[in-house]
């Protein structure tokens, strides 16, 4: 299978995706371009043609120092009361296109792109998700996300990113 992830345009079919979770149909089909004018977020799209099979939006944001792992916060310095991270807010693919690897390929897409700006562009020290459900929770374990304590938000740091050789 060809995939080509893209920015969102308007040349796409935004109202045909449907991922059967409203709160992520409805960011692509009536918010997602707006986002994307006023630098809330880059959203990116998987496509065929026309089709947008998955999508999945980044923008900066920042985590409680408090709330990382020891073994990170013990490496940070003291002056720090946040720290920046690449959050990945949504992600998202169509119903019809499940079950064929699209998520981990967004997914894997997104984890690239995130380190690459962090190398060069913009300060992060990982990935944060914040799930909606526990099959989203499942999806984020198995590429080794963890837990952060009492926020239900789920964070990879960019050294893990760096192992998986993307």
Known sequence: MSVKIELLNSSLNKKAFSCGKVMLDN????QAIQDVKRKLSVVFVLTEETTIKGYYTLSSSSVPVEMMPEAIRKKMPGSYKALPVTLLGRLAVDAKFKG???????????????FAVAGESLGSIGVVVDPLDDDAVAFYNKFGF??????????????DIAQLGL
């Open 27 to 30: 960011y692509l089909h009536m």
């Open 100 to 114: 064929k690897g699209l998520g981990g390929i967004l997914l894997i897409d997104a984890l690239k792109r995130s």
């Open 146 to 159: 963890i837990l952060l304590p009492d926020s239900g938000k789920m964070f990879l740091p960019m050294a």
